[in-house]
């Protein structure tokens, strides 16, 4: 049977039923440059022990180096008959090298522990590419930031009204989450940067192979010490696809609110033509397909997480067949990050806030009560009073159908004496966002520490 790697005690080849649920070729073959790099390095072991001579070794690195370049431009591609990448990739090196050759590299190694190397450098080099696009986004909400520093915006909780907030405030706190995220994949890093190759089928191997020194060839940090774990454990992977989640997940709040924002209703972004889309049949339509979509794609990264967590759950040590079943998950979450992310970014960039509306609203649904109960504190009164007498001021206005700086000095007497005319002084937007000045505030001067201080968490990242 072509391409088996086993077949001494086997009579017969495999049942075309087990050979096609078996098959993991149409996902795994993205591993093939990684498994081929592993492929070199651990040729280098085998000759650093006396089981490749010279110029077996540098007959195996050309033949590897020719098969790269083959599957590199699609001229090697994996047969139908072909089960993972691991046998194609044999299969190709031995038509390169020749038998002979080709049959000495799966000395000391087994599938077991080169996907279980191949899938954290695959992982390690696409955090770094979903780390990037996560800045990128970030440098969007930034910029956006910036160019509206002192645009107010009714602030909400409950979506409700709740404190006018600076817009700049608003889109850095979506900043700050997403630069966490970032901080998590760094994080995360360290744990990833360990080897298992040279853990063999579980118990590591006999011949005498180095495993730091294919870590070190690969770039990991350090080869693991427990072959069992190295072989068996995918938590590396798990923690891999909550982080994804989790960015998928704060980008969907963001794009909720988008969603929101650009309604008839609120009114406070234009999105750009080129980051929105029309609809087939209503002629006037202008639809948030970008931020609808991260919203529906944070789902699917739910369901991966928690998939990769269901496959895991009271797995046996060491290596179970189950563990195919790890891959399509994080693949799917950083193929669906990998072109959410600068979608997202593009659309970020070019929306367009209708600030003159936004300060409108800014204190409108009585978002100045807080302001009054502060003010009545400052001079004085228990914050307990303070609370009952803004919100009898709201009483009032509710009855006489108005905002609570229409409310007449006599009005504001008749709720208490402490409410005199000087209780106007915080009844501006203005006077209530530079009221919030210490750090994490929503005025201007705190909102400008902030930025400071979120460039400074940016660049060490
Ligand atoms: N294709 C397998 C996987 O993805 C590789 C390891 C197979 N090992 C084995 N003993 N069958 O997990």
Redesign the pocket.
């Known amino acids: 049977n072509s391409g088996a790697l086993w077949g001494g005690r086997f009579v017969g080849g495999p049942s075309d039923a087990l050979a096609a649920l078996s098959k993991?070729t149409q996902f795994?073959w993205r591993l093939a440059p990684y498994d081929i790099a592993g492929s070199r390095a651990h040729a280098r072991v085998l000759q650093q022990a006396g089981l490749l001579t010279d110029t077996e070794l540098s007959g195996m690195i050309s033949a590897l180096d020719q098969l790269e370049a083959d599957v590199r431009d699609g001229s090697y591609t994996p047969a139908n008959s072909d089960?993972?990448v691991?046998g194609s990739l044999e299969k190709g090196l031995i038509e390169r090298a020749g038998a002979e050759l080709g049959g000495k590299l799966r000395a000391g190694r087994?599938?077991?522990d080169q996907?279980a190397t191949l899938g954290r450098m695959y992982l390690r080099d696409h955090a770094s590419i979903i780390a990037s696009g996560v800045l990128d986004m970030i440098d969007a909400l930034v910029e956006q930031a910036e160019a509206h520093p002192y645009a107010p915006m009714p602030g909400r909780t409950h979506l409700q009204h709740a404190q006018p907030i600076l817009l700049s405030h608003q889109l850095l706190a979506h900043a700050w989450a997403l630069s966490r995220d970032v901080e998590r994949l760094r994080d995360w890093d360290a744990r990833a940067a360990v080897s298992p190759y040279g853990s063999g089928?579980l118990a590591g191997s006999s011949l005498g192979l180095d495993p730091e020194a294919v870590a070190a060839e690969l770039g990991f940090e350090s080869a693991t010490f427990n072959s069992i774990d190295g072989t068996a454990a995918r938590d590396v992977y798990a923690e891999f696809a909550w982080v994804a989640a989790m960015i998928a997940v704060d980008l969907s709040r963001f794009a909720e609110e988008v969603i929101l924002w650009a309604t008839k209703e609120f009114s406070f972004v234009k999105l750009h033509d080129s980051f929105s889309t029309g609809s087939s049949i209503m002629p006037q339509k202008k639809n948030p397909d970008i931020a609808e979509l991260a919203r529906g794609k944070a789902g699917r990264l739910i369901g991966d997480l928690s998939g990769l967590l269901a496959t895991l759950k009271a797995l046996p040590l060491a290596?179970n067949?189950d563990?195919?079943e790890?891959?399509e998950p994080v693949f799917d979450a950083i193929d669906q990050l990998e072109v959410l992310l600068p979608a997202m970014s593009g659309m970020m960039s070019t929306l367009t806030f209708n600030t003159e509306r936004l300060a409108e609203l800014a204190p409108q649904g009585f978002a100045l009560a807080t302001d009054i109960a502060e003010w009545l504190v400052r001079q004085g009164v228990p914050f307990r009073v303070a609370h009952e007498l803004a919100g009898e001021a709201v009483r009032v206005c509710e009855e006489k159908n108005c905002e609570l700086w229409d409310l007449s000095d006599e009005d504001f007497a008749s709720i208490s004496e402490h409410l005199t005319p000087q209780v106007r002084e915080v009844l501006t937007v203005e006077g209530s966002l530079n009221s919030r000045s210490a750090q994490g505030g929503t005025s201007p001067s705190a909102v400008a520490e902030q930025l400071t201080a979120l460039k400074k968490v940016l660049a060490e990242l």
């Open positions: 993991s795994d089960e993972d691991h087994s599938r077991n996907i089928a290596y067949r563990l195919q790890d891959k």
